[in-house]
């Protein structure tokens, strides 16, 4: 949804766009405003467990009032992820030894692949080549860490396994358009991430329907069995028909709406839409002079900006995201 942790995690949890959460920047994170509520929340008051395996404490810890940890039943802090996904592993097993008919929802939270660049990410290698296999390196140490996780469940017979989600709140730029790291564009770079499911129910499949990971906490609120609020209370839209195969995908469809928001440490607001195939960039106010128009599976690094050539696209992309901002940053997320 956006570029920067404190904009995307609340957006994943919350099923809102950035645009539409209120909150005060705090750090590295966002202070919620208390009216919104979000997933875990959500799950708990309907009965379920809930436990949450955070990095560090700038996100979770109820002394920061982030409101991240509303819902929450049991918290554990720990920078190292190796160790992180033990301590999630043992509670799971922990749990599963006693008698519940309690369902659970557990949120693991791995800092590694933001931090791949070495301590506070400033061992940043001019070498291109070397700066990816760093990446790919602390990628698969990440690999290592689900691996621990899923052991939990290692034992019991496929009906029986958690649904398993495996995702990111944002991307990482390796130089791509002249930015290190993120927070600073809405390319793909940064913003197209990883979504995996698999559990009972979910085929073993490659969907290529674009979805937007403000429909994260819907999915989970229908995968649990509950109606999603919809809007105003949230406009991510349930992606458990497509997961289910309920319904078929669309190829050529779908889409995601992404928002950098400025502040303290946030140069601009920019803003984009992706439909399909295509994506639109623009400016904080959507103007028609700075959009970028870029056809994101032919040309993955939007390197090749077809606004100039594909003017009946551009126009139709830029309608869309004027509808865009009419419909979703003009309706409260709270009132």
Known sequence: PSNVTRRS??????????????????????????????????????????????????FGDPAQHSGLDRGIDHIEFERDGAKLARQARDWMEDRAARTTDRPAFVWIHFLEPHSWAGKANKIYPADPEKRWRMYDTTLRNVDSFLETVVSAYADRPPDQHPILIVTSDHGEGLGEHGHAHHASDLYSSQTHVP?????????????????????????????????????????????????????????????????????????????????GKWKIITDADGTLASAE???????????????????????????????????????PGVR
């Open 9 to 58: 995690i609340p957006a994943m949890v919350l099923g809102l766009s950035p645009s539409r959460i209120k909150g005060k920047v705090s750090g590295w994170a966002l202070r919620l405003d208390p009216r919104h509520v979000g997933v875990a929340e959500r799950l708990n008051a309907a009965g379920y467990d809930t436990a949450a395996f955070f990095f560090g404490r700038s």
């Open 195 to 275: 979504l995996v499911v698999t559990g009972p129910g979910i085929a073993t499949r490659r969907v290529r329907e674009t979805v937007s990971l403000t429909s994260l906490a819907p999915t989970l609120l229908e995968l649990a069995g509950f109606e999603p609020p919809g809007m105003p209370a949230m406009d991510g839209v349930s992606l458990a028909p497509l997961l289910t195969g309920a319904r078929a995908e669309i190829p050529d469809g779908g889409e995601a709406y992404l928002v950098m928001v400025k502040d303290r440490s946030v140069a601009r607001t920019q803003r984009a839409l992706v439909l």
């Open 293 to 331: 128009l870029y056809d994101v599976r032919a040309d993955r690094d939007e390197l090749n900006n077809l606004a100039t050539r594909e003017s009946a696209v551009l126009t139709r992309m830029h309608e869309a995201l004027l509808e865009r901002m009419r419909t979703i940053d003009t309706v």
